[in-house]
Nanobody, 121 residues
Framework: QVQLTESGGGLVQAGGSLRLSCTYS???????MGWFRQAPGKEREFVAT????????FYEDSAKGRFTVSIDSATNTLYLEMNSLKLEDTAVYYC???????????????WGQGTQVTVSS
């Protein structure tokens, strides 16, 4: 079992930056860790993932070049650095563990409670 707790969400102006943090506990060896998000009225979508030992990463297309996922095993913390934020980045962001990819898309087996990110104009 993996426990995940996000922090760092908030209100930011378009074009600004925000860094989300996620502290994790439990065994994550072999897992990909990452982030999903859910915008109002939309389904949850994959944002980014990183191998538990780093540095292999994958990003959703709209996140490439703007978001950076990283992991610090010394402090058991996962990060999502978000730059050049857009209105459409407004969503609840979820820290996840054991990210999987299949023909049906991305999924994850362990989820945090989520943190709200709101981008204003």
């Amino acid at each position: 079992q993996v426990q995940l707790t996000e922090s760092g969400g908030g209100l930011v102006q378009a074009g600004g930056s925000l860094r989300l943090s996620c502290t994790y506990s439990g065994r994550i060896t072999g897992y990909f860790m990452g982030w999903f998000r859910q915008a109002p009225g939309k389904e949850r979508e994959f944002v980014a993932t990183i191998k538990w030992s780093g540095p292999t990463t994958f990003y959703e297309d709209s996140a490439k070049g703007r978001f950076t996922v990283s992991i610090d095993s010394a402090t058991n913390t996962l990060y999502l650095e978000m730059n050049s934020l857009k209105l459409e980045d407004t969503a609840v962001y979820y820290c996840v563990a054991n990210v999987l990819r299949s023909a049906r898309g991305w999924s994850a087996n362990f989820w945090g409670q989520g943190t709200q990110v709101t981008v204003s104009s």
